[in-house]
């Protein structure tokens, strides 16, 4: 990524505190997600294989093109 093109929320950093999922892995997810579909209330969810055994999925809202990560998890 050359620029920051996302925010963290404070859930969003204890989610991926409390998972185990590093910011690399995450900025992996936001670069280039294996799979992209819309959430129930305007949301946007994003995942990807980022290991043999690890899914991770973000959910992110976008405001004037910056994505602010509202949670993040480890999915099978």
């Known amino acids: ?5 996302y925010k963290l929320t404070k859930h969003a950093i ?5 998972r185990n999922i ?5 900025e992996k997810v936001i ?3 294996d799979i992209v579909y819309p ?6 969810n994003i995942v990807k294989r980022v290991k043999k ?11 004037k093109r910056l994505k602010i ?3 993040a998890m480890v999915v099978n």
């Not at 204890?14 to 409390?18: A, L, Q, T």
């Not at 590093?22 to 995450?26: A, E």
């Not at 055994?53 to 405001?63: A, C, F, P, S």
């Open 53 to 63: 055994d690890k899914k991770i999925r973000l959910v992110y809202i976008e405001e």
């Open 1 to 5: 990524m050359n620029k920051k093109e």
């Open 69 to 71: 990560i509202i949670t």
């Open 39 to 44: 959430g129930k209330r305007g949301e946007i």
């Open 14 to 18: 204890k989610r991926m505190r409390d």
């Open 22 to 26: 590093s910011i690399n892995g995450m």
């Open 31 to 33: 670069a280039d997600p």
